[in-house]
């Protein structure tokens, strides 16, 4: 803790949907009564009619800070070094940049009646969503994937 704060002094951050599903954040006092952190709203169930209104944990919304930092370390120099708050800001841009794609693929799943994701679904939204230079590359990285594990 920096400048002689107490942990009381800096307040939970917490997430949640909103009935949008927009993930909004707020602080652990301004929520109300009917967004109680309990179990059964944080754990990591699959229940439909949790999902809306539900409290997401920062763990729970962010990729994990140490794979982000791996990946970040690989694309610089040995010798080179990341900030801290470096690290953090990809770890918060990656981690919306895959659901912003993800919430695209899903709306096209819902709409075509199907549960499950695939690896079209996420070309298909990246297309949509204007990332056209990474679909080529992915629909190659795909295909030799399906191979490997086709065998």
């Known amino acids: 803790m920096e400048n002689g704060e107490s ?12 009935a949008q599903g927009f ?13 109680e952190l309990t179990a059964e709203n944080t754990d990591d169930s699959n229940h439909e ?3 809306v209104g539900h ?5 729970d919304r962010f990729l994990p800070i140490a794979n982000v930092a791996k990946l ?4 610089i120099p040995e010798s080179g070094k990341i900030a801290k708050d470096a690290r953090e800001c990809v770890q918060e841009c990656v981690s919306e940049f895959i659901s912003f794609i993800t919430s695209e693929a ?3 799943c819902h709409m075509e009646k199907r549960k499950t994701i695939n690896g079209e679904d996420i070309l298909f939204a990246m297309t949509t969503l204007g990332f056209d230079n990474y679909v080529e590359p992915l629909k190659l990285y795909l295909l030799k994937y399906r191979e490997v594990i086709i065998g």
């Open 55 to 59: 409290i997401l944990r920062e763990q």
């Open 106 to 108: 899903s709306d096209r």
């Open 7 to 18: 942990a009381d002094e800096l307040g939970t951050t917490l997430f949640h949907e909103d």
């Open 72 to 75: 970040m370390k690989r694309a």
């Open 23 to 35: 993930i909004v954040q707020e602080e652990m006092d301004d929520i109300s009564d009917e967004m």
């Open 49 to 51: 009619s949790e999902k």
